[in-house]
């Protein structure tokens, strides 16, 4: 197996409220932590000056000294309090490799002394998760109905029992915690009247139901993110149907740049994804390929969507631009498309063919990997975060406290072909 020396990575995070620096900052601690479990050297360099989207450089090196166990411990640690991902919760090696490199300078398996780098491009959409998630709360919660309205409308609640049960009731959650709460609070604004009291005494009454609402179910809501998760389903609608020019014009903007992202010379591209991010990843690619149906043409190309949400916008009836571009991307020769999923994670289409589903049965399939997330932590860990699906869901990304199957820094910045990841008896490390 020929070793990766040079790689260009676009990745699409999910639906946080991080920046591309943040989500920079996110990588370095999860690539300590690789690095401190497999037993290489990592160095992530400072974002470029004035890049867009937000680019870095990374250095994996087999023949320096590994990251500490103590790296590893940090970075789980400061990772597991940031983001709030409200994810709603986003392939393999083409035949052509454009890099130059020779067999002698990348070695082979079993080299003893390798090194890879890898330019990275964190395509955020954090201006969309701040404005989706501006406003008072009261215009929050109406916005957040009016998608579910919308969703259920098109089908898209139906689609969800359909396919993956657990997403189903993932899109109800939120939903149905917040009427519970004005349910609730209407119950006690009209409980003097409904007893036989004098209406006078709901001017008590009604203050102490909004107070209930404002100062008891608003703060408890937070540990579930309830707003985060209606401004996740209106950034669904706006990818499923297309209909806000902003959205638009921003992806238009964004495969610009990606396509700029693409002149740089390397062995592989690796395009990742996860969870929301995968339906804007959907969008720029299809629209590259519809502008130059050949792009990819001579490149290794690796599409890699992690905790995908694709169909959380592609079963809305009105995403036929969405399905069509997903066609697009599984048909095209020089991509590879890899399909990560968990079984553990309630907020993706577990064992759900992405592309079938999406209304092209006859295209080549995404190959899916299945992973456990228990396989790459410490029981310990696994047991304070298997209740928290979202930082299950998170987790695609994280770094790993075991050697295990899949690693996400591996895949973007390791020295093997992200290839190497559909098989799984194929070695993820040189050696």
């Keep these: 197996m020929k070793l990766i020396e040079k790689r260009v990575v676009l990745h699409f995070p999910g639906f946080e409220p991080l920046?591309?620096?943040?989500?920079?900052?996110?990588?370095?601690?999860?690539?300590?932590?690789?690095?401190?479990?497999?037993?290489?050297?990592?160095?992530?360099?400072?974002?470029?000056?004035?890049?867009?989207p937000l680019s870095f450089e990374v250095t994996t090196d087999g023949g320096g000294a590994p990251g500490t166990a103590g790296d590893a411990a940090s970075?789980?640690?400061?990772?597991?309090?940031?983001?709030?991902?409200?994810?709603?919760?986003?392939?393999?090696?083409?035949?052509?490799?454009?890099?130059?490199?020779?067999?002698?300078?990348?070695?082979?398996?079993?080299?003893?002394?390798?090194?890879?780098?890898?330019?990275?491009?964190m395509v955020d959409h954090d201006m969309f998760v701040r404005s989706l998630r501006s406003g008072n709360t009261v215009s929050q919660i109406i916005a957040g109905f009016r998608s579910c309205a919308q969703i259920m409308l098109e089908g898209g609640m139906r689609g969800y029992f359909r396919h993956a049960w657990r997403f189903g009731l993932f899109f109800l959650f939120p939903f149905l915690l917040t009427a519970l709460a004005m349910a609730l609070t209407a119950q006690i604004a009209v409980m003097p009247y409904s007893l036989g009291f004098s209406p006078w005494h709901m001017l008590w009454s009604g203050p102490l139901g909004l107070c209930f609402f404002i100062f008891a179910f608003l703060p408890f809501s937070e540990r579930f993110h309830t707003l985060h998760l209606f401004a996740?389903?209106?950034?669904?609608?706006?990818?499923?149907?297309?209909?806000?020019?902003?959205?638009?014009?921003?992806?238009?903007d964004r495969a610009t740049a990606v396509r700029e992202a693409l002149t740089e010379e390397a062995d592989e591209y690796v395009i990742s994804s996860h969870s929301m991010g995968s339906n804007v990843a959907a969008h720029v690619i299809g629209i590259l390929l519809e502008r130059?149906?050949?792009?990819?043409?001579?490149?290794?190309?690796?599409?890699?969507?992690?905790?995908?949400?694709?169909?959380?916008?592609?079963?809305?009836?009105?995403?036929?631009?969405?399905?069509?571009?997903?066609?697009?991307?599984?048909?095209?020769?020089?991509i590879s498309w890899l399909d990560v999923q968990c079984l553990t994670d309630s907020i993706n289409f577990y064992k759900v063919p992405v592309v079938a589903v999406s209304g092209h049965a006859d295209a080549p399939p995404a190959k899916m990997i299945l992973i456990r997330v228990k396989q790459m932590l410490t029981r310990e860990r696994y047991r304070r975060?298997?209740?928290?699906?979202?930082?299950?869901?998170?987790?695609?990304?994280?770094?790993?406290?075991?050697?295990?199957?899949?690693?996400?820094?591996?895949?973007?910045?390791?020295?093997?072909?992200?290839?190497?990841?559909?098989?799984?008896?194929?070695?993820?490390?040189?050696?």
């Design 19 to 52: 920046d591309g620096a943040a989500h920079r900052a996110r990588y370095e601690r999860s690539a300590k932590q690789s690095a401190a479990v497999w037993g290489y050297s990592v160095e992530i360099g400072a974002f470029a000056a004035g890049s867009d």
């Design 75 to 121: 970075g789980t640690a400061g990772d597991a309090a940031s983001g709030t991902a409200g994810d709603a919760a986003s392939g393999t090696a083409g035949n052509a490799a454009s890099g130059t490199a020779g067999n002698a300078a990348s070695g082979e398996t079993g080299s003893p002394g390798w090194q890879a780098k890898s330019r990275i491009h």
């Design 385 to 431: 975060i298997r209740k928290d699906q979202l930082r299950v869901h998170r987790q695609y990304v994280l770094g790993p406290d075991l050697q295990a199957p899949f690693d996400f820094t591996l895949m973007t910045s390791g020295p093997t072909p992200a290839s190497v990841f559909a098989d799984s008896d194929a070695k993820r490390m040189p050696g």
């Design 292 to 334: 130059e149906p050949e792009i990819f043409k001579g490149k290794r190309v690796v599409f890699a969507t992690l905790g995908s949400a694709i169909l959380q916008c592609a079963l809305l009836s009105s995403a036929r631009m969405l399905r069509a571009r997903v066609g697009l991307i599984a048909c095209c020769p020089d």
């Design 232 to 252: 996740d389903w209106k950034m669904a609608v706006a990818l499923g149907r297309m209909d806000r020019a902003d959205f638009n014009d921003w992806l238009e």
